[in-house]
């Protein structure tokens, strides 16, 4: 949770830094970011494979296995990144065009995402890397690694974005270019951690084709889950811009006060539940690893949910602070933050059982929850209700809720009645991960 506090209060202060220039500027950085989020969905895929093999790997005790796999995965992540930085260093003003944006939106958009997908490689190896070494339960080393990546980049999107210190102003050039420098960090400080790691986690030269295959198995349905994700954020943007640019700039710094507030919490039980579940699985007792899971469910909901209240009560302070210098946008950031924050417990609910299961490398039903909230709920209902209906912003609001009460109960129901034990016991015998092995 630490490590996710200080990562979003980075993308915070790019928000609070933007906001100052004009409402072009936050929505190009907002639009841009739906780009940027391509090489976090592709990391956070290979990232899950590798904490789903390496806590199962560590609770059996087969060292030389989880050194392969989050070997393999870092080199996976590191390759599928170079595609991602030349697309964004060649391609950027087409890409800010789709959302039908135009003028300063697409020049600023276009500036700060040729810096942000430039470090694609870099951030999916620390995506990687992190979580290889959260699998083995460590999950202070990249805590401090955020931290002092976040605070470089914080500095840098506020001295070189708003000018201070005599440094001249270099706007939402600064804040990118701020973005890249701590995504390269990030990558150089984990990729150092893992390998002088005292647990015996280690680099190799990645050979076995099973744990390569498998990692591509866990991998692939959550990385196709990224992309639709972020595919539905693109005719969602278009509704939110079609009601106004106030429309989507509100939305944009009310999921920032959510995301700030809320996520990092979600986020930090989806990890632990991961480890959690796949440790207990490798440890052969699929039992402890189903009531490991509710027990996450259980604290996740309540106390996430509390949050989410308080940011329902909190809201007003919270979008005025985002929404500086975007006056027109403060009344839609208002109402999409309380719905985010009435939402909360159910937001956590999806989160959490999709990282129970993926501790279990069962990744495919997180996927069908994703699908079916982000374009039945958020698309869908946004379309049917906002453009058909003629409901406006007020059917965006609805969809939002729509959205994560869809992945809630299809996650709930996967985790409940699917056969996901079975399914990480077969694949860890079949690369040779029995427990108490090595």
């Known amino acids: 949770m630490g490590s996710?506090?200080?990562r979003t209060l980075m993308r915070t202060v790019d928000v609070l830094v933007t906001a100052t220039f004009s409402p072009a500027a936050v929505v190009a950085v907002g639009l841009a970011d739906l780009y940027g989020r391509v090489p976090l969905r592709i990391g956070m895929g290979f990232g899950s494979a590798a904490i789903a093999l390496a806590s199962q790997d560590t609770g059996a005790g087969a060292d030389a296995n989880r050194a392969e796999a989050v070997s393999g995965a870092v080199l996976m992540g590191l390759v599928a990144g170079v595609p991602i930085a030349l697309c964004g260093l060649f391609l950027g003003r087409p890409l800010i065009r789709l959302f039908g944006a135009t003028g300063d939106t697409v020049t600023l958009g276009a500036a700060y995402l040729a810096l942000v997908l430039a470090t694609a490689p870099a951030r999916h190896v620390s995506l990687v890397a992190a979580r290889a070494l959260q699998g083995t339960g460590d999950t202070r080393t990249p805590m401090y690694v955020t931290g002092l990546v976040n605070v470089t980049n914080i500095s840098g999107s506020l001295v070189f974005g708003l000018g201070l210190f005599g440094v001249a102003s270099y706007g939402v050039v600064g804040v990118g270019a701020s973005t890249a420098v701590s995504n390269v960090l990030s990558a150089a400080f984990l990729l150092a951690a893992v390998h002088h790691h005292s647990d015996d986690l280690a680099l190799v030269r990645p050979r076995d084709v099973t744990v390569a295959r498998q990692l591509l198995v866990v991998a692939a349905p959550k990385i196709v889950e990224g992309f639709a994700t972020t595919l539905a954020e693109f005719p969602f943007n278009?509704?939110?811009?079609?009601?106004?640019t106030p429309v989507n700039a509100g939305f944009q710094i009310g999921r920032r006060a959510y995301q700030q507030v809320t996520g990092?919490?979600?986020?930090g039980y989806r990890t632990a539940v991961g480890v959690l579940v796949g440790q207990a699985l490798g440890d052969g007792d699929a039992e402890e690893a189903r009531y490991r899971g509710w027990a996450t469910l259980a604290l996740a909901v309540c106390s996430v949910g509390a949050v989410g209240l308080a940011l329902v009560a909190l809201a007003p302070e919270a979008v005025r602070l985002l929404a500086t210098g975007s006056p027109d946008a403060i009344p839609y950031a208002l109402?999409?933050?309380?719905?985010?924050?009435?939402?909360?417990?159910?937001?956590?609910?999806?989160?959490?059982l999709a990282g129970a299961l993926g501790g279990a490398s069962e990744t495919r039903i997180p996927l069908v929850a994703r699908l079916t909230g982000v374009f039945g709920g958020m698309v869908g209902v946004t379309y049917v209700l906002g453009v058909l209906a003629g409901w406006g912003a007020t059917g965006a609001y609805v969809a939002v809720g729509c959205q994560y009460a869809a992945m809630a109960l299809i996650a709930l129901v996967g985790f409940h009645y699917s056969d996901w034990a079975t399914r990480a016991a077969d694949m860890m015998a079949e690369r040779g991960s029995v427990a108490g092995d090595d």
């Open 4 to 6: 996710q506090v200080l």
């Open 238 to 244: 278009a509704l939110l811009l079609g009601f106004g």
């Open 264 to 267: 990092p919490l979600s986020r």
């Open 335 to 352: 109402d999409f933050a309380r719905v985010y924050g009435y939402t909360a417990a159910l937001v956590a609910a999806a989160i959490v």
